[in-house]
């Protein structure tokens, strides 16, 4: 019996939806024969909400309460959506506050996960009319920089329109499956994705129906709205709203600029008209105007083939994927710097949902032709907070998911029966550049001399990229375990920019490790020494005690104002004058447990 399930492409200006019918898995159409669905949801007191091109046909007259781009809002505070978008037309919920944005509209107030999940609703419901039956499961793509927010915020809109999520797909890896199992493609293949409103390029190596992603970097907030935008931008500083509502007036600027980009995909120039205004637009000057958009993309391909250690000419073949794609702009840059012509033989806007809803009909159980292993990789590394405010990864960037790792820690301190655990995201050494993703804590760890204790912890990234960690003490296995679902996500304007700090921050960002790692060595060693002192001090002679105190106040001097060298050589000097005392107390904690014992006694022992 075959089993229904698709693969649905949740995209910033369009989704689509797809399953197998009959031999090969295809995009499925609306009843006037629409592939595409505009990602745009219109709220009214009086009707259900309307989704897709009745939608989209009120942006202009009601845009207070008609929403696009909402992928756009997944995982994202307030201040970031105004910091990244100028001109939204909406009102948001004070109520809500910063960390959970939510807009008030006729239909009441909104948050970004129900928006979502009425675009979803309206695609299962596309799909079982179809494929005349219920689904029983949905392959959800989503960009492959989309953080535990975005992530999770994406699997809970599903469960809202009442999908079974049986996979979130990275969108680039999507593609692949769909070019490797249709054209049998070998090699290095960059996947160039630009949608409308975000941007990933992926490197996959296809070798004998395995698809594993090499390296992966992008922009969640890079696509073609940015595009409109900036066509919108330029022609605003021409000309002045008039007596229209500013909404309306910045509304109709985006429409034009939109249209004006498509028309410069088929035709070398285009006439701009609103009101009495009007300019020709050529392609150049449109590639001038978008230059800086184009470079953030070429950069992006720069960063994952050195990540890779890949230079261009390893690249055998770049896919197309997202209709922003379609903009000669684009493909005569990839065709640039690649030196080759990409490749377009799948329609670029349905590639990412084809790949779903192949992967979706072999995740369902579907008998398929075709054997193929999909390895995925996690964009950013993953590791836990240290003594010194130091990053320890454990899960570096770039590993194959799913996966688990494991590392043990022990305590700091004597006695210490609770241990913090931070759990950060970043390439940089320190704590305070890297993200935040959750806190939680180990209790009841039995009171040890400090380092005594062993604690796990343990990583687990799945396929859907969402991250659990689990803290274990061995003695006793007492055991504490999060689920990572922060509250909002990763400004996405700093995650290229993350990755970037770590290359250029690299020598500084290891001195200062190496420094907080002196430190530390250092400070554990005083410690010790000062509690030895209070217990045993009698034991040292005066001149013993002033070197000891001489050499302390030195290597505290350092831990300040000097560089590891210098610190590793002031712990290794008060070793060394404290060598005798610790001598001494050995010898004297032996004599007081062997005190009253017969030699025979201490023999059976």
Known sequence: MHRLAVGI??????????????????????????????????????????????????????????????????????????????????EFDAARGDTAPAIVTAAGVKDPVQISADILRKLAERAEHCLKGSLEGAVITVPAYFNDAQRQQTRDAAQLAGLKVLRLLNEPTAAAVAYGLDSNDQGKVIVFDLGGGTFDVSLLSLQKGVFEVLATGGDTNLGGDDFDHILADWMRTQLSPGTEPVAVFNARLLQIANAAKHQLSSEDEV??????????????????????????????????????????EDVDNIVLVGGSTRMPVIREAIAEFFAKAPLSDIDPDKVVAIGAGIQADVLIGNKSADNFLLLDVNPL????????ELVEKIIPRNTTIPIVKAQEFTTFKDGQTVMSLHVVQGERELVADCRSLARFEL??????????????????????????????????????????KPSYGLDSSVISEMLQASHDNAQVDMEVRSIREAQLEARQLIDAISSARDVDGALLSENESDR???????????????????????????????????AQRMDLHIREALRGESIGNVEET
């Open 9 to 90: 492409d949740l995209g910033t200006t369009n989704s689509l939806v797809a399953a197998r019918c009959g031999a090969g898995v295809e995009t499925l159409p609306d009843e006037k024969g629409d592939h595409l669905l505009p990602s745009v949801v219109h709220y009214s007191a009086a009707e259900p909400a309307l989704v897709g091109s009745e939608a989209k046909a009120r942006l202009i007259d009601d845009s207070a309460n008609t929403v696009s781009s909402v992928k756009r809002f997944l995982g994202k505070s307030l201040t970031e959506l105004r910091r990244q978008n100028r001109h939204l037309p909406y």
């Open 271 to 312: 006439e701009l008209s609103y009101g009495e205004w009007s300019a020709c637009l050529n392609r150049e000057k449109f590639a001038t105007l978008a230059s800086e958009l184009i470079s953030r993309t070429i950069n992006t391909c720069r960063r994952v083939l050195r990540d890779a250690s890949l230079s261009v």
């Open 381 to 388: 590394s993953l590791g836990i907070e240290t003594m010194g």
């Open 443 to 484: 209790r009841d760890i039995p009171a040890m001399v400090a380092g005594a204790a062993k604690i796990r912890v343990s990583f687990q990234v799945d396929a859907d990229g969402l991250l659990s960690v689990t803290a274990e003490e061995l003695s006793t296995g007492k055991k504490s375990e999060i689920q990572v």
């Open 548 to 582: 000891i105190g001489n050499v302390i106040r030195k290597l505290e001097t350092a831990m300040t104002e000097a560089g590891s060298n210098q610190i590793h050589a002031l712990t290794e000097e008060l070793n060394r004058v404290s060598g005798n005392f610790a």
